[in-house]
């Protein structure tokens, strides 16, 4: 079973420039979600989709970062315009969705390390 | 609000040495815990879960039990490997289906 890819893997940007993640979650995964991980400490929710819908994007920097789901798979997420504290590791993982605990495992991507000069 | 303790690092140990790395949680109601694993230049890995007290989880020799009472669930490691070296992040779910919430990670070294 293919795991959660996500591209690209390394990415260096001015700041005030734009930046876009692509992540493909697991065949069949109803939920996605977005993580930021800044050095030193542990990956923070970003933003949690439902197949096409958000549940949960309370920690989201909407004034400058947005995401979308389209057609309930594949996901980008988007930082516009860049700042440089928003140089981090951005996981994506995927969970098959609401259910018993037992399908609660969240299965993670490589990520994307972002450095904002 | 819900969160995660874990202990600092960095952890140095020798290969075959005992491994503790304490863990507490605060949260309401009844949550799934987790320990994930992070190798050099890998992703996340789930190492082992617990889903509701006294569960223990456990994995490649690695085990964590879910300690309702003292709100803990500590990994530890009979004899740890050079190959066990990583960063250890511990994590709990509030309730089914929603986000992780991690604690800060704990670098662990094992020498030969």
């Known amino acids: 079973e293919a795991g959660v890819a996500q591209s690209p893997r390394y990415k260096i940007i001015e700041k005030r420039q734009s930046v876009a993640f692509w992540c493909n979650p697991i065949?069949?995964?109803?939920?996605l979600y977005w993580y930021q991980q800044i050095l030193g400490q542990g990956p923070k929710l970003l933003i949690q989709?439902?197949?096409?819908?958000?549940?949960?994007d309370s920690q989201l920097p909407k004034d400058r970062f947005s995401a979308e789901r389209l057609k309930g798979v594949d996901s980008t997420l988007k930082i516009q315009p860049a700042k440089l504290e928003d140089s981090a590791v951005y996981l994506c993982?995927?969970?098959?969705?609401?259910?018993?605990?037992?399908?609660?495992?969240?299965?993670f991507g490589p990520g994307t390390r972002l450095t904002v000069l | 609000g819900n969160s995660v303790t874990q202990m600092e690092g960095p952890v140095t140990l020798s290969e075959e040495a005992f491994l503790t790395i304490n863990c507490t949680y605060t949260?309401?109601?009844?949550?799934?815990l987790f320990w994930y694993v992070q190798y050099p230049g890998e992703g996340l890995q789930l190492l082992l879960k617990?889903?509701?007290?006294?569960d223990k989880g456990s994995n490649k020799g690695f085990e964590a039990t879910y300690r309702k009472e003292t709100t803990s669930f500590h990994l530890e490691k009979g004899s740890v490997q050079v190959s066990d070296s990583a960063v250890y992040f511990c994590?709990?779910?509030?309730?089914?289906?929603?986000?992780?919430?991690f604690g800060k990670g704990t670098t662990l070294s094992v020498s030969s």
């Open positions: 993982a995927s969970s098959p969705g609401y259910g018993s605990r037992g399908t609660d495992t969240q299965y």
């Open positions: 065949s069949g995964h109803a939920t």
């Open positions: 989709f439902q197949n096409n819908g958000v549940v949960d």
């Open positions: 949260a309401t109601g009844y949550p799934s």
């Open positions: 617990a889903t509701k007290a006294d």
């Open positions: 994590a709990l779910t509030p309730q089914a289906g929603t986000a992780l919430i």
